[in-house]
């Protein structure tokens, strides 16, 4: 044994052996590894401590450069820590910062070994420990040392002291009690004589104050005397970070530093420093006008700099401005529209962000021309960077940039066009949601629809799928405004359409069918009312614009069932609509060709659009040759899809033919049943599709017996990144799987908000029936046939709560008659959802450990001295004439105290006064009473939330918002003390 | 703070990491393949500042190895490259010119200078005569607990336990 040893100790490869024969080996670098990996494992178990520590050196070389999991061996790690020689420990500690972790089992082992080098008169063990410590402390470690780092906090060594004031942030973080025996040495601390401690706990409270920074406000006096006194310029930047917190939370404080801050910028020749006071006062002082415009004098200069880091610094800075100082953007134009050339990716994607700041709905047609220009020439990258802010800005909150929609309509048909885009989806989601919102621009977007369905080179690109998906779905939907139908049903028929994917070929097809039920619809009126000459014109006209306005106000629509009641409200508040509407109506381009026909139907067959007995059976020819094939696809979508328009055509083509060799009697009966079946399906199709509020799927409830949570994560199994429903999981699932497939769409439906489902007709009733909840967003009148109630239930939620706005919006839409097209123009109404629209933001909660840690920072700063802990010693003069300051300060605090403190347990108990006095007093001892506690708290804390969540009106919200104000006001009336 | 500490060759080799924020083993592997990928395809001449996944990393090529630092949105870039170039030059003093194969060969020294200069993310010390003192003291230590190990007596000790 002693033998083996001994061979082991001489002959053991150091690591220097290793790393050498690392870079000579001949026999491949991993085998090579592992071959020293299999030395490793028996060297460490060698009880000579050289061998071990030379084995442990090895392993923690290749856990950090080659990244060999070390955990294994976390047992001989404490064992070399353990050792007495300082070499040794040294190779025991950097192993155990490198691989030790929170969920480590061997930590608790090493507690007596770190409070005992803690306390060793060797001030390079005290700093190896500490080191550690600040790597791997964790709740446990941090409770049993707190004591010792606490009189290392003093340590008359500057190398131990510096050090021990680095762990604290780690303690604290994970041992929010420590505060209140630490603190008050910490804050001494920042008097230090020694400029590296003052740096180091300035550090510390930088790091504190990011997470909360109103607990550290009282503190405000010292940091402010470290502004002005301090001539390091690590200090001096991380003080001022600390202010740009502080000054958000305390105006008057704003006044004190801004001065100082000035000061700091124009004299310091350290571009760091300079930076931060920059980016100081245009984050936190942006209200102070001299400040801000030295600042972007500063900036300029960086922006104008050659060195490419001042100069994305500068845009940066700049970009913080934008919000609150357009003109200093508007300043540096040139410069931030010359950086999109940059040749730095980095600088480019900053200038667009500022160019994007820059839009205004006065410039935005200008801005995005520019812009789309230079996409064109930019790398597809970066192209595609531009794109996605365009859309994304131009989108912002309802589109509210944009006043020209037809302007904008067609911008998006252009960016569709650009070689490069890869946005299908953003440009999809803004067609479609143009689209529902905004009535007036349907004429100029179906015709933007049709350019891109009708060029066949487009239909390659699977980049554009989406989009092209989304003009089929536009043009089909808005037909009526179409100029020429016959052309869209060829467009969306070509050839190359087979190149698209199943999914966005099944809206092809299902628009064609829209396609065809307005064409057949035009044809049987045209022959009615030519059959009917009685007629005058004028009633024509009439006629034909009430037979449109079906689409434009549900009343009329017979089949309408179960119709909004906002709608009816409507009607009740203006019993004129129907006249006025069809007033209005015939500017409208389908209706105008439509009239042009009745009148002068002689010469109806010599032009190009016209319904003729002809060209309607050259559309069913046309559609039956183009989908024949399909109606066997492998496809299930496509294949019944196709089948239904097929089936329709049958059923319509035993009427036509007929009726085409028929004479003038005959022609009125056989029209009927034909026309009938026309109404009918013109009536299903005619039901406006309005936007979804997002939270609309929220607001269903879920139906007993149903374990939505189950259902779903075995999907997530089967489907794996499945965006579209794949057609594959149609054709696997049998109707027993309903629910299943169901819960899959409902899944779906979510990310497909924007692509509402196309379909409610009797003839796909079938259809629906299997997959009913595909259908949910949409159509709201034919749900209530599936086993989820939702849609009309939404419906009334929706108008109980707060639909009234929307209400008003809505009758004024109808009152208004519409302007013409070219008039100067207005910006349209952009329907929008009030409740549902916006975006839920759920308050951010601070974790519990960070309520822990400011609760317990605000105790000791706030001079509660209830508590005081045995380690404490007499403070100095000095310290308790300040602390004198804090008990006056603590006159006023309570109502301060409970904004912050009792917030966890505000909404279940019924007399706030009664528990804040309670909450102070034992609050904390009940904390770290047990960390089951804390649990608890937690625990409540969840609850709560989920109270938020369930009911969360905008009354609720707007109090919770309120909130945080108040609290703010309450802090400013505590602090000035110190400062003046 | 300063979440971590990498040290990256132009081939991609890492020659030191110092993780200050927890990061499992694997993600580990995963941050520094992915960064390694951004970092090293940029240009010479582009600014030394990469955002990444809500952070940012700031890096500086020194011959052929890359410095990287990871730190929070509100960090102060410039500082960071400060902070980069005191350890390199605390780095050049300790080794005389320090070369890419003196960190390979004394990758724990690195480690060692590494931790006076930052301490829980944060820096420490900024006197670069203060870390050469330390390090220097420790290196002593060190040397004599060796000397202590390898003299013929301490084998022979060894040997008849």
Same mark, same amino acid.
Request: proline share 4%; net charge negative; aromatic share 6%.
């Given at each position: ?121 060797? !001030?390079?063990?005290? #700093? ?63 008097? *230090? ?156 994607? !900053?200038?667009?962000?500022?160019? +994007? ?57 252009? +960016? ?11 440009? @999809? ?50 037909? !009526? ?29 299902? #628009? ?21 000459? &009685?007629? *005058? ?21 017979? #089949? ?74 492998? @496809? ?22 007929? &009726? ?49 949570? !189950? ?17 594959? #999981? ?26 509402? &489902? ?35 239930? +939404? ?80 403070? *100095? ?104 | ?161």
């Amino acid at each position: 044994m002693a033998g083996s040893s001994i061979m082991e100790t001489l002959f053991q490869r150091t690591l220097d052996d290793i790393i050498k024969g690392l870079r000579l080996q001949l026999i491949g670098e991993s085998a090579f590894i592992s071959k020293a990996m299999e030395e490793i494992r028996r060297e460490i178990k060698s009880t000579d401590p050289h061998t071990k520590s030379t084995a442990l050196q090895k392993l923690t070389y290749f856990n950090s450069v080659h990244g060999l999991d070390m955990s294994w061996a976390a047992f001989h790690v404490v064992e070399v820590i353990g050792s007495s020689r300082f070499a040794h420990k040294k190779i025991g500690y950097l192993a155990a910062s490198q691989s030790f972790h929170d969920g480590t089992d061997v930590m608790l082992l090493i507690t007596n070994q770190l409070r005992k080098d803690l306390t060793s008169t060797n !001030e390079f063990e005290v #700093s190896l420990a500490l080191e550690c410590l600040s790597r791997i402390a964790t709740l446990d470690l941090a409770r049993d040392l707190t004591p010792e780092i606490f009189t290392l906090l003093s340590s008359s060594k500057n190398l131990v002291r510096k050090k021990a004031i680095g762990v604290i942030l780690r303690v604290f973080g994970v041992y929010p009690d420590a505060v209140r025996v630490c603190f008050k040495r910490l804050v001494e601390n920042l008097e *230090s004589p020694d400029p590296q401690m003052v740096s180091a706990t300035v550090g510390v409270f930088c790091e504190l104050a990011s997470k909360d920074p109103g607990s550290y406000l009282p503190l405000a006096p010292e940091f402010y005397k470290i502004l002005v006194d301090s001539k390091n310029n690590w200090i001096l930047i991380k003080v001022m970070k600390i202010f740009a917190k502080l000054v958000q939370l305390e105006p008057r404080l704003a006044k004190r530093v801004v001065e100082p801050i000035c000061e700091h910028m124009a004299r310091t020749g350290a571009k760091s420093l300079m930076f931060e006071c920059v980016r100081t006062i245009v984050t936190s002082l942006a209200e102070y006008e001299s400040a801000v415009k030295h600042a972007v004098v500063k900036i300029r200069e960086l922006l104008i700099d050659d060195d490419p880091n001042l100069k994305y610094l500068g845009l940066q800075a700049l970009s913080i401005v934008a919000s609150k100082h357009l003109w200093a953007v508007l300043e540096n134009k040139e410069v931030v529209i010359k950086s999109l050339s940059d040749a730095d990716p980095n600088i480019k994607l !900053e200038s667009l962000r500022l160019v +994007m700041a820059m839009v205004s709905d006065s410039n935005v047609s200008e801005i995005s021309r520019v812009l789309v220009n230079y996409a064109l020439k930019s790398d597809p990258e970066f192209c595609n960077e531009i794109l996605g802010s365009i859309l994304s800005t131009c989108g912002r909150n309802f589109y509210e940039k944009i006043i020209d929609f037809d302007w904008y309509v067609s911008l998006l048909g252009e +960016m569709s066009r650009i070689p490069h885009c890869q946005k299908g989806e953003e440009v @999809e989601n803004q067609f479609i949601d143009i689209g529902m919102r905004v009535k007036d621009v349907r004429p100029e977007l179906v015709r933007v629809a049709r350019d891109l369905l009708i060029d066949p080179a487009l239909l390659g690109n699977p980049f554009l799928n989406r989009i092209l998906s989304a003009a089929a779905w536009v043009s089909g939907e808005y037909v !009526e405004f179409s100029k020429n139908p016959f052309e869209l049903m060829e467009a969306l028929l070509q050839p190359r359409t087979s190149l698209l994917p199943p999914s966005i070929r099944a809206v092809y097809i299902h #628009s064609a069918f829209k396609v065809l039920i307005f064409c057949l619809h035009s044809y049987f009126f045209q022959r009615k009312t030519i059959a009917s000459s &009685s007629l *005058s014109s004028n009633d024509l006209a009439q006629g034909v614009s009430d037979s449109v306005s079906v689409r434009e106000s549900p009343k009329g629509s017979g #089949s309408a069932t179960c119709e909004a009641p906002a709608n009816e409200l409507d009607g009740g508040f203006n019993p004129r609509i129907p006249s006025q509407l069809s007033k209005d109506i015939p500017t409208g381009n389908g209706d105008e060709m439509i009239v042009t026909h009745g009148q002068t139907s002689s010469f109806a067959s010599l032009e190009k659009n016209s319904f003729t007995e002809d060209s309607i059976s050259n559309l069913l020819n046309l559609i039956e040759m183009a989908l024949g094939p399909l109606s066997v696809s492998h @496809e299930i979508e496509l294949q019944e899809r196709a089948r239904n328009i097929l089936g329709f055509i049958e059923l319509i083509k035993q009427e036509i033919p007929g &009726s085409l060799d028929q004479g003038e009697g005959n022609f009125e009966r056989e029209q009927l049943k034909a026309s009938e079946v026309i109404n009918v399906m013109r009536d299903a199709f005619s039901k406006e599709l309005g936007p979804v509020s997002i939270s609309a799927q929220e607001r269903v409830p879920v139906p007993d017996g149903l374990m939505l949570n !189950e259902n779903l994560c075995d999907l997530e199994k089967i489907c794996g990144d499945v965006q579209l429903p794949s057609t594959s #999981s149609f054709s696997l699932g049998t109707p027993h799987s309903k629910e299943k497939i169901g819960v899959s769409l409902l899944n779906l439906q979510s990310k497909e908000e924007s692509e509402p &489902s196309t379909e409610s007709t009797s003839l796909l009733a079938e259809h629906r029936k299997r997959h009913g909840l595909y259908y949910l967003s949409s159509e709201k009148n034919e749900i209530s046939s599936t086993d989820y109630p939702p849609a009309n239930e +939404m419906k009334l939620q929706d108008d109980l709560h707060d639909d009234a706005e929307d209400l008003v919006k809505l009758t004024e839409q109808s009152l208004v008659p519409k302007k013409k097209p070219n008039h100067a123009k207005p910006r349209p109404v952009v329907v929008r959802l009030d409740e549902g629209d916006e975006v839920s933001i759920v308050a951010k909660k601070p974790d519990s450990k960070d309520d822990l840690l400011s609760g317990a920072v605000r105790d000791v700063l706030f001079g509660n001295e209830a508590i005081p802990t045995s380690s404490q010693r007499n403070p *100095s003069d000095k310290s308790s004439s300040k602390r004198k300051g804090k008990e006056k300060v603590n006159i006023d605090l309570p109502s301060e105290l409970k904004e912050n403190l009792g917030d966890e347990e505000k909404p279940d108990l019924g007399n706030p006064s009664s528990r804040r006095s309670k909450h102070r007093t034992h609050g904390k001892e009940r904390r770290h009473r047990s960390p089951g506690k804390n649990d608890e708290e937690r625990e409540e804390n969840v609850q709560k939330e989920k109270q938020k969540s369930s009911h969360r009106h905008g009354r609720h919200k707007a109090r919770q918002r309120a909130d945080g104000p108040l609290n703010v006001v309450a802090q400013a009336a505590v602090i000035p003390d110190f400062l003046l | 703070m300063i979440h971590f500490v990498l040290l990256i060759s132009r081939q991609g080799k890492v020659r030191l990491t110092k993780w200050y924020s927890p990061y499992s083993q694997k993600e580990r592997t995963k941050v520094i393949r992915e960064l390694s990928g951004v970092i090293l395809t940029r240009g010479p001449k582009l600014c030394n500042f990469v955002e990444w996944r809500g952070y940012k990393v700031v890096y500086k090529r020194y011959a052929s190895l890359y410095f990287c630092m990871c730190i929070d949105q509100e960090d102060n870039e410039l500082e960071i490259l400060e902070i980069i170039h005191h350890f390199v030059e605390i780095l050049d003093r300790y080794f005389g010119s320090v070369c890419e194969l003196d960190l390979i060969f004394n990758f724990h020294k690195a480690y060692y200078i590494l931790d006076e200069l930052l301490i829980a993310g944060e820096l420490q010390e900024s006197s670069k005569k203060t870390v050469a003192r330390l390090i220097a003291a420790q290196d002593s230590l060190v040397e004599t607990a060796k000397e202590q190990a390898n003299s013929i007596s301490n084998i022979i000790a060894q040997a008849t336990k």
